[in-house]
């Protein structure tokens, strides 16, 4: 039991909280930079210089905590570490959408877009494209981490799932990759999303689930 709370029920409580930080803070800049309608973040609204950087900074320190709670629960085997982490993130990122559903009842469509993320640049797509994937996470690295045997991640495996993701992120940055390269940052002043390659992106997720080992015949 003492092995399934420390795996499981506190790292999870952590990712659920930090999940609801997460969440308040992006309230708190939409009621800043969207104060007529904070439900409706298209066109985008250009942060400062500073909150830009200041943003920048929390996206790391996110992605840090993460790491550093993962490396609590696995110290020795990498893959069940990596198990750890991306468990723990598809926890985080779930719940994040849950808490602004539950702060602000967003979002209100199913395939509304979101801005995801901005290293390297912005990412743009529908919120359930990340939630997909959180899932796969969640039931994947909770898969790995309650077998009591080691899985063996193979090269071709590495490959595949490297190869999944980088489909997946193109259909994320390809339309902010295109405005910075035509039009620089103000570009996005009047950026609205159209058209999202959701056929890549089943691709990419397809290649990502079955890439990630199940068991070591995989």
Known sequence: MKRYLNIFFWPVVFAVSMAYLEAAIVVYLRELYYPDNILKIFPLKIFSTSDYSIEIGREIATVIMLLSAARIIEKNNSVRFFAAFVFLFGVWDAFY???????????????????????????????????????????????????KENIIFLKRNKYFFIGGCITVLF????????????????????????????????????????????????
């Open 171 to 218: 259909t994320f940055l390809y339309q902010p990759f295109l405005i910075l390269l035509n039009n620089g940052a103000d570009g996005f002043i009047s950026y609205i999303p159209d058209n999202f390659m959701w056929e890549v992106f089943i691709i990419g997720f397809i290649i990502m689930t079955r890439s990630l080992p199940w068991n070591n015949d995989s």
């Open 97 to 147: 959408y849950i808490w602004l559903k539950v702060m602000i009842n967003w979002p209100v469509e199913l395939l509304e877009w979101d801005l995801l993320f901005l290293i390297p640049w912005a990412w743009a797509g529908p919120w359930i494209c990340p939630v997909l994937i959180s899932i796969l996470f969640i039931v994947w690295g909770g898969y790995i981490l309650l077998l």
